[in-house]
């Protein structure tokens, strides 16, 4: 192989290494650092304790909820709707089974019909998150 072909497969390779490694380094620690992605704000409100009867049967759940929203605004609404709330998410517990609630699974599932009732009754997408302090079936 001459010398000037050596040269330029030299120099192909240094430069794509250098392409290479420096778009791992700025996807990995600076772009990452950027004060454009500004973590989004979330407020939290407690509901209080929750006693229901589960379905037919003789037990029951007892727990606090927590509500996380993305919007302080709607902190207000939470407290002037909270009769309302309260009663819609009553009326989820009482439709399910201890079963269904025993599961991870079943959590999941209650969390995430509790977020669209109080989505609806706010009407808004800002409910973000459901939080149980206490969680207990017996």
């Known amino acids: 192989m001459n010398m000037k072909k050596m040269i ?3 120099t192909t390779g240094v430069l794509l290494s ?5 778009g791992i380094i700025y996807f990995t620690f600076l772009r990452g ?7 989004i704000q979330t ?3 407690t509901l209080g304790e929750f006693t ?3 379905g037919d049967t003789r037990n029951y759940f007892q727990g606090n909820i927590i509500v996380e929203v993305q919007d302080e605004d709607l902190i207000e609404g939470l407290e002037d709707h909270e009769i309302i709330i ?3 998410i009553l009326g989820i517990l009482i439709g399910k089974s201890p079963d ?3 599961k991870p699974e079943g959590q999941k599932e209650l969390k995430g019909e509790i977020v669209q009732a109080i ?9 973000s998150d459901l939080y149980f302090s206490s969680y207990i079936i017996q």
């Open 43 to 45: 407020y939290q409100h």
């Open 52 to 54: 229901a009867n589960l």
């Open 33 to 39: 650092n950027s004060d454009d992605e500004a973590e």
């Open 100 to 102: 269904e609630l025993l």
């Open 18 to 22: 250098v392409i290479f490694f420096g």
């Open 86 to 88: 309260r009663d819609r």
């Open 8 to 10: 330029i497969l030299v």
């Open 119 to 127: 989505s609806s009754i706010l009407n808004t997408e800002a409910v």
